[in-house]
């Protein structure tokens, strides 16, 4: 694992990759479900729910935890640029940034043009499906 290459360390972009969670209103119980949503959302639920499945954190007061954690450090550190973006098909681009960043690895390409690459396939990928 290795942090998203970028193009200026004084502006760093992440890509941001969640889940949103939600009750529905055809719930039997609303309340109950309202009340353990935001049960995960506090700092103890959070730090329960984050022990449990071994994810990163999205709460700032949990990032620290993690910075220094082997398999989660990379991640939890990203959160803090991370961005969110509309995205035609999350599978391709999930394809085109591990092409990336596997690239930088690997030695195929510099970080600019691991970039300039995966910019040139997001933006081909989204073109055809508009």
């Known amino acids: 694992m290795a942090p998203i290459p970028q193009v200026s360390l004084d502006d760093a ?8 969670v939600a009750v529905s209103n055809r719930s039997q119980a609303p309340e109950e479900a309202w009340r353990f ?12 729910y984050l022990n449990a499945t071994l ?3 999205a709460r700032r007061d949990l990032i620290e935890l993690q910075r220094n954690d082997l398999d989660l450090g990379v991640f939890a550190l990203q959160a803090l640029s991370a961005r969110s973006w509309f995205q035609i098909d999350n599978i391709a681009i999930e394809s085109i940034l591990a092409d990336m960043i596997d ?3 690997f030695g195929r390409a510099t970080v600019r043009e691991a970039l300039q690459n995966a910019e040139s396939r997001i933006n081909v990928l989204m073109s055809r499906q508009r």
Do not use: I
Not at 13 to 20: F, H, I, Q, R
Not at 37 to 48: I, R, V
């Open 103 to 105: 690239d930088v690895n």
């Open 55 to 57: 994810r990163p954190a």
């Open 37 to 48: 949503l935001s049960h995960l959302a506090s700092k103890e639920g959070s730090s329960s």
């Open 13 to 20: 972009k992440t890509y941001a990759n969640y889940w949103a």
